[in-house]
C-alpha cells in the first residue's frame, strides 16, 4: 500500500488549500481514510475521516472549514480546507485504516503516507 499526498503550501491566512492523496494497492471504498496534521513539537493531531459507514467526521477545530471527500473511482483522497489560519500550519498526512471503521487515534490507522506541508502566514 502507498499513499501519496500533494496539494501542500503556503498561504496568507483566509485563503483556501486543496490536499490530494492518491492511494496503491489498498481499495479505499472498503475502507476507513482520513487526515492528520503535526505542527513542530506537537503530537500527530486528527483532522478527520471518512468511511461508508461512519461518514465524515472532522476535529472540533476544523469543523466547518475543511471538507474531506472521497473518490473511489480513482483511490483518490482529498481534503478541502477554507479559511486558513496561523494555527492549521503543520505537516498533514493522509492515512488508511485496515477497519470500514473510523476512530481518531493515530494508531487505528495502518498505512501513512510521507506528508506534505502547510503553512499559513
Known amino acids: 500500500v502507498q499513499l501519496v499526498e500533494s496539494g501542500g503550501g503556503s498561504v496568507q491566512a483566509g485563503g483556501s488549500l486543496r490536499l490530494s492523496c492518491t492511494a496503491s494497492?489498498?481499495?479505499?471504498?472498503?475502507?476507513?481514510m482520513g487526515w492528520f496534521r503535526q505542527a513542530p513539537g506537537k503530537e500527530r493531531e486528527w483532522v478527520g475521516s471518512?468511511?461508508?459507514?461512519?461518514?465524515?467526521t472532522y476535529a472540533t477545530s476544523v469543523m466547518g472549514r475543511f471538507t474531506i471527500s472521497k473518490h473511489n473511482a480513482n483511490n483518490t483522497l482529498s481534503l478541502q480546507m477554507r479559511s486558513l489560519k496561523p494555527e492549521d500550519t503543520a505537516v498533514y498526512y493522509c492515512?488508511?485504516?485496515?477497519?470500514?471503521?473510523?476512530?481518531?487515534?493515530?494508531?487505528?490507522?495502518?498505512?501513512w503516507g510521507p506528508g506534505t506541508q502547510v503553512t499559513v502566514s
Open positions: 471518512i468511511s461508508s459507514v461512519t461518514g465524515t
Open positions: 492515512a488508511a485504516a485496515g477497519d470500514i471503521r473510523c476512530y481518531t487515534g493515530a494508531n487505528r490507522f495502518n498505512y
Open positions: 494497492g489498498y481499495t479505499s471504498s472498503s475502507f476507513c
